[in-house]
Structure formats: C-alpha cells, structure tokens
C-alpha cells in the first residue's frame, strides 16, 4: 500500500516537534552549561552523549533539540505575524478597492524589489540582535504573498451574495470584512501559512549562521551549522546533523503546503 507523501511529511514534522520537546526535557545534560572533562566526545551509547560532546563539553543532541525548538518558534511566531500583516493588507485592498487597492498593491510591488534577507539583515542591524526582533524582522517583510493570495480571493468573495446581503442590512465595512471575508479565507491562509513557514525556517537558519541570529548561549540550526561548518574536516557530524534537521524540517513543510495548496486549486 503506497503511503501519500503529505502523511509522511506530516508525521516527520511530528516527529521532529516531538523530540524537540522531549528529548531536552527528558536529558539529564542541558544545551548552555560547558563540562570540561567530557569535550569533544565522539557518539556514544553508554555514557549517555548519543550523538558525542562540542568543544565545551555541551551535549550534542540536546543542543540540537533546542536548535529544532528555537527555529520551531522563529517560524512559528514569524510567519503568525507575516499571516496578520498579510491578511489584513490583503482583506483591505480588495474589498474597499479603488484608490486604496491602488495604493496598497502599489506598496507591495515596492516592497517585492527590495532584496528580502539583506534587508531582514539591516533590521537585525539598526535595532538588535535580540531573538524578538528577529521574530518582527522577519515576519514584517515575509507577508507579501500573503497579501496578494488574500486580495485575489476578496475580490471574488466580495461579489458573491452574502456579501451583498450583509451590505444591504447596513454593516460597516469593518464588520463586513472581520465577520464574513476573513472567515472564509480561512482555508487558503493556512496553504499561505504552510508555504511561508520553511522560508521563515531557511531565513532564520541563514541570519543566525551569519551571526545575526540567536546568541550564545542560546543556539538555532544556523548556529550549529556555523559551528559545524568550522570542524566539517575533523568532525563531520557537527555539520551533517544539523543539516539534516534542517532539510527535513524545509521538506516536510513544504510538502504539506504543496499538498494543501493542490487541494484548494491554487
């Protein structure tokens, strides 16, 4: 019996959230606290060290875990508020139409020329590198599809006729979009979510491999890959694992939106 590949994406990325839950919860050894008489240990079974020790003696897989975590919530929190920002810019646009319309999607093609990550960068840059303003700098300028996806699906809600009811009994427009627009969008903002979320994920892992990202002691996936990428010679696995996670974390997302994008028709 062939299994579809949303199911596998699907229970991957359970997997993956399970053992970033439990794994670090479970582990006697934490992701920040360096033991100096266990540094670089290779993989092993017994002395509970299963994927081996860094270079300050910090267990491997439990920093990895939390890497998984950290990016977990980077995507989660960032495209939650790229999905906010996007709707509401989308709803407005094309149910009030017009000049408004004009002057909204005309603010979206100004923003689509704007190199995306070097500008995520400046931000970092102008006001911190603290882990929430990370989780704005991206989600403020990640909501741009969002936008377009919404508008082309109010213009065709506001012609149907429920729409046209709710404005002949007298509604105001805001309580037109909140009550019925948005309701209705529901479906094809969850396919946006699903798309943005591994964008957010290569985003986040990209800034904090440069440096602009999580801080020590705190880690992500892109901090265990620059970590990795300085011993990739002498130690192979510091690089592969993470990279590894990472991989699976993009494909399985993206599968799931693909798969829900296909069964909305977009």
């Not at 050894?29 to 270079?55: A, I, K, R, V």
């Not at 906010?84 to 020329?113: E, K, N, P, T």
């Not at 009550?179 to 946006?192: E, F, K, Q, S, Y």
């Not at 440069?210 to 020590?216: E, H, K, N, T, Y």
Request: aromatic fraction near 8%; glycine fraction near 8%; include cysteine.
């Amino acid at each position: 019996m062939k299994v579809p590949l949303p199911r596998v994406s699907l229970a991957l990325l359970g997997l993956l959230v399970a053992c970033a839950v439990l794994i670090p919860w479970l582990s006697p050894h934490d992701y920040f606290t360096p033991d100096w008489d266990n540094t670089e240990l290779p993989p092993q079974w017994s002395g509970g060290h299963l994927l081996g020790t860094d270079e300050l003696g910090r267990d491997l897989l439990v920093r990895l875990m939390w890497s998984c975590r950290i990016s977990l919530l980077v995507a989660a929190v960032a495209s939650a508020i790229s999905l906010v920002i996007g709707v509401a810019w989308g709803v407005v646009a094309g149910y009030v139409g017009g000049r408004v319309d004009a002057i909204l999607m005309r603010v979206v093609d100004v923003l689509y020329s704007v190199p995306f990550t070097p500008f995520v960068i400046v931000l970092t840059v102008l006001f911190g590198r603290d882990l929430v303003l990370l989780f704005i700098a991206i989600g403020a300028v990640s909501w741009l599809d969002i936008a377009r996806v919404t508008r082309a699906q109010t213009l065709g809600l506001r012609e149907r006729e429920f729409i046209i009811a709710a404005e002949v009994a007298g509604l105001s427009r805001p309580a037109i979009m909140w009550r019925h627009i948005v309701p209705n969008l529901l479906g094809i903002t969850l396919v946006c979510l699903t798309l943005t979320i591994p964008a957010v994920v290569s985003t986040e892992a990209f800034l904090s491999y440069l440096g602009l990202g999580a801080q020590s002691p705190l880690t992500s996936l892109g901090v265990m890959l620059a970590d990795g990428a300085a011993q990739m010679r002498s130690r192979p696995l510091l690089l592969i694992m993470p990279a590894l996670v990472l991989v699976t974390l993009v494909y399985a997302c993206n599968r799931l939106g693909d798969a829900l994008r296909d069964r909305h028709g977009l």
